[in-house]
């Protein structure tokens, strides 16, 4: 059975740092596209970044330069790492997993930014 459980959320204050951590089972971790989400209120979920198998990234623009997606697959784990984060950011993050066809999705860390 395919899991994903997203930790490392919280309450920070802008300008301020946190990392994610989407621990994952049920599936070839290592052969899985990756993927950050999020939703904000009253906004659709976009993405934020993607690691591929072969370690590509990519970013949207508005987390370029402050975020850092990355995966480790001793650990089945990915993460992301956000700096500078702003109230803007504030919102639920999601893992994703892509692997053929089908998709898996956890449950979401919410990350609030405000001071």
């Known amino acids: 059975q395919v899991q994903l459980v997203e930790s490392g959320g919280g309450l920070v204050q802008p300008g301020g740092s946190l990392r994610l951590s989407c621990a994952a089972s049920?599936?070839?971790?290592?052969?899985?596209?990756m993927s950050w989400y999020r939703q904000a209120p009253g906004k659709e979920r976009e993405l934020v970044a993607g690691i591929s198998a072969s370690i590509s990234t990519n970013y949207a623009d508005s987390v370029r330069g402050r975020f850092t997606i990355s995966r480790d697959n001793a650990k089945k784990t990915l993460y992301l790492q956000m700096n500078s984060l702003n109230p803007e950011d504030t919102a639920v993050y999601y893992c994703?997993?892509?692997?053929?066809?089908?998709?898996?999705w956890g449950q979401g860390t919410q990350v609030t930014v405000s001071s």
């Open positions: 994703r997993a892509v692997r053929r066809a089908t998709i898996s």
């Open positions: 049920g599936f070839t971790f290592s052969s899985a596209h």
